[in-house]
Nanobody
Framework: EVQLVESGGALVQAGGSLRLSCAASGFTFDDHSIGWFRQAPGKEREGVSCIASRDGSVYYAASVKGRFTISTDNAENTVYLQMNSLKPEDTAAYYC??????????????????WGQGTPVTVSS
């Protein structure tokens, strides 16, 4: 059974940093793409970042490029999202996802099968 458990969400001031973690079980990163989505209140869900299992390419949404970094610890089966220079507009619930389309060339994330329960991030101005 695939499980994704996020942690690390918190209240932080604008300009600050947070690192989100997602502990994965039931699969390996070698076989499945992994990533992060977010959803702010009243807004559509947004793909933030992902790593494609096929070639290791990494996608970032334009809104976070240069500020967020996705990484994995394969020994711990954990994926991280390091978020720097946080802005109030980064406030959202952040969801870890697995097994979906992660395409840098097409600039999109879609059709993700597995979702974590989400962890809240609030950035105060």
């Amino acid at each position: 059974e695939v499980q994704l458990v996020e942690s690390g969400g918190a209240l932080v001031q604008a300009g600050g940093s947070l690192r989100l973690s997602c502990a994965a079980s039931g699969f390996t990163f070698d076989d499945h793409s992994i990533g992060w989505f977010r959803q702010a209140p009243g807004k559509e869900r947004e793909g933030v970042s992902c790593i494609a299992s096929r070639d290791g390419s990494v996608y970032y949404a334009a809104s976070v490029k240069g500020r967020f970094t996705i990484s994995t610890d394969n020994a711990e089966n954990t994926v991280y999202l390091q978020m720097n220079s946080l802005k109030p507009e980064d406030t959202a619930a952040y969801y870890c996802v697995a097994d979906g389309l992660c395409s840098v060339t097409a600039n999109l994330m879609s059709d993700w099968t597995y979702w974590g329960q989400g962890t809240p991030v609030t950035v105060s101005s």
